[in-house]
């Protein structure tokens, strides 16, 4: 077994609540969010599920953790997570769902806003139609998540987010503004293009804020033929890898469709992340600044305080056979 992950072997209890706890911890909250969703959209309801998932997340890794060591402080990065949440509480991720929804609302200002290039299918059944508008949103979440990862001059505000050394619920909130507005923004057009109305901004932002405590929580589970639908943590681990080529993959938010549909999903079959070293930034890690106020100014002082301009080694290398290709 992979250095570091707990050992369930022998607990049937173990097993059994490794393949229920996330239909328990997200499907189920979310279904009931969707039916019994107030009239007018509510930021209010919205943050309520956001504590829910907090909750949740919170309690599952406390049952059911996937790695014994990921439990503990790493070079500080507790407090570094708290200050993230509790005092740029409107600039980092944990205000995603609502800065989505404040753009949805002012597109959508009037109305059926004129962007809108479809009519959205509100004769279908409730779900079928969260299902329809997770699948639009995603549409743009994924292309901006890629790009934040191919170019250097947004790497530098995304790298916030990959610098973390262990995943946990904790840290699933820890970004830099500039990244998640946007998230918010990609969300925000694809709904509108889609004629979405707005209780589907809303669903959305419940899925999103109980979803991506599960996407990176310290929490052993499995999800099967699921992981060809959402972007889980058995997925996105993979996406925090140190090797470039495992990172460069798996970049659904809440869904892994578009993953599927342009050839980025990544899920090995024969070895295991290494859960004690391969998260992180690679070499970058060393100089990489440790604090809030670090994160938070880096983006703007790049060369200064981490010196690379790649995100991993084997980025560049692959960077420079592209180019040659194009060239030849």
Same mark, same amino acid.
């Given at each position: ?10 607990? $049937?209890?173990?097993?059994? +609540? ?18 019994? #969703? ?6 209010? %309801? ?8 907090? *909750?949740? =997340? /919170?309690? /599952? ?16 990065? $507790?407090? *570094? ?5 509790? /005092?740029?509480?409107?600039? $980092? ?12 609302? +002012?597109? !959508? ?8 290039? @479809? ?15 997770? @699948? ?9 998540? #890629?790009? /934040? ?16 050394? #262990? ?17 918010? @923004?990609?969300?925000?057009?694809? +709904?509108?293009?889609?004629? =979405? ?10 899925? $999103? ?11 052993? %589970? ?9 972007? =889980? ?13 495992? =990172? ?5 938010? !809440? ?9 980025? %999903? ?16 690679? #070499?970058?890690?060393? *100089? ?41």
């Amino acid at each position: 077994m992979n250095e570091g992950l707990c050992n369930y072997e022998g607990s $049937t209890f173990r097993t059994i +609540l490794t393949w229920i706890a996330y239909p328990i911890g997200v499907l189920l909250p979310f279904t009931l969010g969707v039916y019994f #969703r107030p009239e007018e959209p509510s930021a209010g %309801y919205v943050a309520f599920f956001l504590l829910l998932g907090f *909750t949740i =997340a /919170f309690t /599952f890794e406390k049952i059911q953790p996937h790695c014994e060591k990921w439990k503990r402080d790493h070079d500080g990065d $507790t407090k *570094t997570s708290l200050m993230h949440i509790f /005092f740029t509480t409107t600039l $980092t991720q944990a205000i995603t769902p609502f800065v989505m929804m404040s753009i949805y609302w +002012l597109l !959508n200002a009037d109305g059926r806003s004129s962007l809108a290039l @479809v009519s959205w299918p509100t004769e279908w059944p409730i779900m079928a139609q969260a299902a329809l508008a997770l @699948v639009v949103a995603e549409f743009g979440v994924y292309w901006e998540h #890629r790009w /934040f990862h191919t170019k250097h001059y947004l790497w530098r505000f995304h790298a916030v987010h990959h610098c973390v050394r #262990r995943l946990t619920f904790l840290n699933a909130l820890q970004s830099h503004f500039f990244d998640l507005i946007w998230v918010g @923004v990609a969300i925000a057009l694809g +709904l509108t293009v889609f004629g =979405a109305p707005e209780e589907m901004a809303m669903i959305v932002a419940i899925f $999103t804020v109980l979803h991506g405590k599960w996407q990176h929580g310290n929490i052993r %589970y499995k999800l099967g033929w699921m992981n060809y639908i959402f972007s =889980a943590a058995e997925l996105h681990r993979w996406h925090h890898s140190v090797r470039y080529q495992d =990172a460069d993959s798996n970049y659904g938010s !809440n869904l892994i469709v578009w993953d599927l549909v342009f050839g980025t %999903y990544n899920l090995p079959k024969d070895r295991e992340l290494d859960v004690v070293g391969g998260i992180g930034l690679g #070499r970058d890690d060393a *100089t990489f600044p440790k604090t809030w106020w670090g994160q938070l100014i880096v983006p703007f002082f790049w060369e200064k305080m981490v010196g690379n301009r790649h995100y991993y080694p084997d980025q560049k290398k692959k960077q420079e056979a592209k180019a040659a290709a194009a060239n030849s």
